[in-house]
């Protein structure tokens, strides 16, 4: 009973049958992979997803997640135990009630308990085996005797008298149970080679689930990075746009102020002047010419100050600060901000700038020229007098003085279109002679090759060729040393990625470079 129950544990709610390579979602159900692909796919338009089990909902397609344990049991439970579709077989001799057979007569063609079994006849002839519904098929089919023998030339079963007297005389034969250990034993060759495959494919397969696994930790962490970044900048640019708006609203107040008290100035004196003017009309109309000469002069009636500075300045009409606009270099200043904001953008997205490569001599090859600056190696026939040493090349190839031991690196190389070069990164434990100290022909170091307007890419003496013709003399190398990524660009436009390489960096990493004929050199920017 408690193996019933336990195999009905092992059955996916959805297609009701043992689970096939089962996976688990976030909320603990397990389901058969292809039957929770579809189930999902089906969701696909909907807002959001459910687990067809306990109809837990997530806002994006649930991840699925290989449970190796619960395959594990499955796979044991269901060798070890016989399925529910098994028949059971009876003796044949009790017949007042069903019981279970322990063996089966050959001869006699009948299933035995074991109470039948002990008074059973003991001669050769009666040959016993296990259970079994199909005694017929232990017999041979002309002569109605018991298989004991394998033909090996006719690859055949067959009785004693199919040797003697039948089609299979003369032939060499040898006992089933001699013909079956053979086979068992190749059989159980072909199943430890089975099981190590199995096991070579699931550390396959658990390699690729870890790497997913970091691939999407990593992907995490760079969006929440972008959206950190991103945030960030949107709060400074709402920062910088208060302060500016800020500015730009004290300013229009000040000249608002300043402008109405010389506006008020204004309407006082011209209320004055217009007294004034009243005045003099009045007397202009007057008849009586004694008033009129009673009255001050016409020139007391103005300020001669003010009439003097009249001509001098055009009148009360200008004043010194009407005209003044709002201080845009004030504004302008404030908006420069932005400037930094956007070199921050640029120096925080992902690397500090360009790595500076000098090349380290006394690693060059003795038929390598090395510029004075240290950038730029070119192949020669003339073999340099350089010393040999064991850190010296052999073959025209240079390190860089400088290794990367963490961080996110790169740097530029520009190449001629003619001739043969290399270049890429490399442990400094290389070795230094032979062929096998090339850059990409063994496993200490990665490369990008240039021949016949042709790129490959080279690790482990592994080659892999590049689909596209080269359209640029200039090539970029990324280094991510602790997300253990190099990347090859050539910098035509736009960029164009050309192979990335995968591994777990152990040593510091130093830029290399290999020429034939050619010539290549690093570049700043």
């Known amino acids: ?166 089609e299979h005389n003369g032939h060499k034969m040898e006992s089933l149970d001699e013909v079956s250990e053979k086979k068992k034993k190749k059989l159980r060759n072909v199943l430890q080679k089975l099981i190590t495959k199995r096991k070579k494919t699931e550390e396959r397969v658990k390699s690729l689930e870890e790497r997913r696994r970091k691939a999407q930790e990593k992907a995490s962490g760079e969006a929440e990075r972008v959206t950190a970044l991103c945030t960030d900048i949107r709060r400074r640019v709402d920062d910088l746009e208060k302060k500016v708006l800020s500015e730009i609203s004290r300013q229009e107040k ?124 070119t192949g020669t026939e003339e073999k340099q007098k350089r010393p040999e040493t064991a850190e010296r090349f052999q073959y025209n190839q240079v390190m860089s003085r400088r290794g990367f031991t963490s961080g996110r690196h790169y740097w530029d190389v520009e190449g001629r279109r003619s001739g043969e070069w290399r270049v890429g990164m490399c442990y400094p434990s290389i070795d230094r002679r032979g062929h096998q100290s090339l850059i990409g022909g063994n496993n200490k170091s990665w490369s990008l090759w240039w021949y016949s307007k042709q790129y490959s890419v080279r690790h482990d003496s592994k080659k892999i060729q590049l689909p596209d013709e080269i359209s640029s003399d200039r090539v970029r190398i990324c280094l991510d040393y602790e997300a253990g990524q190099l990347s090859f660009y050539e910098l035509c436009d736009p960029i164009r990625h050309l192979h990335t390489f995968t591994a777990t960096f152990t040593e510091p990493l130093h830029a290399a470079l290999g020429v034939g004929n050619g010539c290549l050199t690093i570049k700043r920017k």
Not at 49 to 63: L, T
Not at 87 to 110: F, G, M, N, Q, W
Not at 307 to 325: A, F, I, Y
Not at 346 to 366: F, H, M, Q
């Open 1 to 166: 009973m408690a193996s019933a129950d336990l195999r009905d544990e092992l059955l996916c709610s959805i297609c009701l049958s043992t689970y096939t390579d089962p996976v688990m979602l976030r909320c603990g159900h397990n389901f058969c992979r292809v039957c929770i692909d579809r189930a999902l796919d089906t969701q696909d338009k909907s807002v959001v997803y459910s687990c067809p089990e306990c109809r837990e909902e997530f806002q994006e397609r649930p991840a699925l997640m290989r449970n190796l344990a619960l395959r594990k049991i499955m796979e044991n439970l269901l060798f070890a135990q016989p399925t529910k579709t098994e028949t059971k077989i009876y003796c044949s001799y009790c017949v007042d009630s069903p019981v279970p057979a322990v063996r089966s007569c050959l001869h006699c063609e009948a299933s035995l308990c074991d109470k039948h079994l002990r008074s059973h006849s003991k001669s050769p002839e009666h040959v016993l085996s296990d259970p079994s519904t199909s005694l017929e098929k232990r017999k041979c089919s002309v002569h109605k005797k018991i298989l004991e023998y394998y033909c090996t030339e006719d690859a055949a079963c067959i009785c004693v008298s199919c040797s003697l007297i039948g």
């Open 254 to 377: 000040e000249e608002s102020l300043s402008l109405s008290a010389l506006i008020h100035q204004l309407e006082i004196k011209k209320d004055e002047l217009s007294r004034k003017m009243r005045h003099i009309e009045e007397l202009c109309n007057m008849t009586d010419p004694l008033t009129v000469l009673q009255e001050p002069d016409t020139g007391d009636l103005c300020d001669p100050e003010e009439e003097g500075g009249d001509e001098d300045t055009g009148g009360h009409d200008k004043q010194p600060h009407e005209g003044d606009d709002l201080d845009v270099a004030v504004i302008s200043h404030t908006l420069h901000t932005l400037c930094e904001v956007i070199s921050g953008i640029r120096s925080g997205i992902y690397v500090e700038g360009p790595a500076d490569i000098l090349l380290d001599v006394n690693t060059a090859g003795n038929n390598l020229l090395i510029s004075d600056d240290l950038k730029t190696t």
